[in-house]
Nanobody
Framework: QVHLVESGGGLVQAGGSLRLSCAAS????????MGWYRQAPGNQREQVAT???????NYADSVKGRFTISGDSAKNTVDLQMNNLKPEDTAVYYC?????????WGQGTQVIVSS
């Protein structure tokens, strides 16, 4: 079973930057992919960015060119560098992992972008 711990959320002005980090621990053979989703009030949870153990990345159109996901498969960590943040990026950001035991979600970290 995978346990995810997120850090790095907070309050930032529009145009600013934040970096989210997530570390996986627990009992598993291998993590196949990790990523970030977000959920704003009243909205459904949506994918932000994902990265596979082989390094393949995928981004939502709304964050392309502004966010960068990176991972360390040896350490089972994933980071999300968020630049040029916009008020519409305000949401709770969730780390997720896909491993041999299934999909796991972190507890979420709040990101608030003020205009």
């Amino acid at each position: 079973q995978v346990h995810l711990v997120e850090s790095g959320g907070g309050l930032v002005q529009a145009g600013g930057s934040l970096r989210l980090s997530c570390a996986a621990s627990g009992s598993f053979v291998r993590i196949l992919a990790m990523g970030w989703y977000r959920q704003a009030p009243g909205n459904q949870r949506e994918q932000v960015a994902t990265i596979t153990s082989g390094g393949t990345t995928n981004y939502a159109d709304s964050v392309k060119g502004r966010f960068t996901i990176s991972g360390d498969s040896a350490k089972n960590t994933v980071d999300l560098q968020m630049n040029n943040l916009k008020p519409e990026d305000t949401a709770v950001y969730y780390c997720t992992s896909a491993a041999d035991g299934g999909v796991t979600w972190g507890q979420g970290t709040q990101v608030i972008v003020s205009s």
